[in-house]
DNA sequence: GATAATTTGTACGTATGTATA
DNA sequence: TTATACATACGTACAAATTAT
């Protein structure tokens, strides 16, 4: 974790990026967790909302995952299964909605999804941290 | 916009879903105007932080687009175009990072991006609103 | 062009509830 | 049971960008 240099408390934005660095750093891995609400706002002197400003934006962007009372941590990134191809017309990728998430088991924002478009009107719907495309020719 | 028929006051999870339904139902038409905070506040008797707390929920959905001293406003989709898939090993979907969406122009939260991995290990980033995989034979 | 009103952005403090360790 | 950590929600204040007058 950095400690705060700058003399003046950062703001939500600021701290986002300070987290984020020391995430994309590896000094915050994946699957371990970042410091609480109550750390972040003794140590950058700043107050609980903007701490939790900070963390939310981290949510939207697929960095962290948050559990009700449990320690924030950093988002573990599953191994990855190709998408079938077969019959496959078009594939775009969209936000889920909350009832996409329920029914996908992706309790975390920042998660988006495949929209796969099968053949006769089929759209088959595949959390995007877990699939990928892959190449045309090796199906 | 759907008036508050319910006796008690909806929380954050509960206005955002009041205006997923509105935007879902067409009652509040992409590119149209959402109410404003102040509005919304009044009108379900809530406060400034529950609205807001809502609309960033509708923000990372990818639902809804905040511009600064402007009215937030339901997300205009545009015409998607399909990936040139000449030489494409893989394809994977992840939310952008702030520098991601400054050099992709794409200043909104909650738009996913393609990460097309071509052949001598270049990796091309595309956003998900305006790009699409097309069908593997119809390249 | 200048001013005022509107709207979103940021940040503080406080309080209480709920899930987990 | 206790402590920790996140979830939700209120109120307040001021800043900054845009729009209307």
Redesign the pocket.
Known sequence: MVSPDQPW???????AEILRRDIHAGRLAPGA???????L?ETY???????????TLLRAEGLVV???????RVRQMPVKQPIDLAGVTRIEVRMPSPDDRDRLRVPDLGVPVFEVHRRPGVVELLPGDRWFVPAPGAS
Chains 1, 2 share one sequence.
């Open positions: 408390p950062p703001g939500h934005q600021e701290l967790p970042i410091p609480s609400d109550r750390w706002e002197g700043i107050g609980r909302n903007t701490v939790r400003a900070a963390v948050r559990r009700h009372g449990q320690a924030t």
